[in-house]
């Protein structure tokens, strides 16, 4: 776990917290939902989960917050752009992306991660916040490096 030393902040404690919960389990909604309640309780963001790739879309996995959109298309809003360009989407004015879903309107900087299995996205981690430029460099770098991490333990 040494790459975690990279990150500043609450995530150096954070991280290996999250990783020792995914030590050992093998059920993937289990290491999710961990991963989001660790997440959300560590941090005052105002939605925090997983969205899965199914098919042609992602569906709403585990998470914490308000309701959710259920289902988004390849390509659509933040966490679709995030599944087709696969990379991290760091948005500091949601109201300002091309083609943003409004699942809540309180909603106003976003960042999403894709999750990725030999290149391809499995999943995306999508965190939204009340604040505008919730997000920066340290977030996208320590949750890239937890999406790897859930990569690498991900069912084949």
């Not at 939605?47 to 959109?69: H, S």
């Not at 909603?107 to 604040?131: F, G, H, R, Y």
């Amino acid at each position: 776990m040494a790459e975690v030393t990279i990150v500043k902040g609450s995530y150096t404690e954070l991280l290996p917290q999250i990783f020792a919960l995914l030590d050992g389990e093998e059920d993937l909604i289990a290491n999710l939902a961990n991963t989001v309640a660790a997440l959300h309780t560590a941090f005052p963001f105002l939605w925090t989960g997983f969205y899965l790739v199914k098919g042609n879309e992602l569906v709403l996995g585990p998470f914490q917050g308000p309701v959710a959109c259920t289902r988004i298309a390849f390509g659509k809003g933040v966490c679709g752009t995030a599944w087709k360009e696969k990379r991290t989407q760091l948005v500091p004015d949601v109201d300002l992306f091309p083609g943003h879903i409004a699942c809540s309107s309180l909603s106003k900087s976003e960042i999403v991660v894709p999750v990725m299995v030999n290149e391809t996205v499995v999943a995306v981690l999508d965190i939204d916040s009340q604040a505008l430029a919730a997000f920066g460099e340290t977030d996208a770098e320590a949750l890239e490096i937890l999406c790897k991490k859930l990569a690498s333990i991900w069912p084949q």
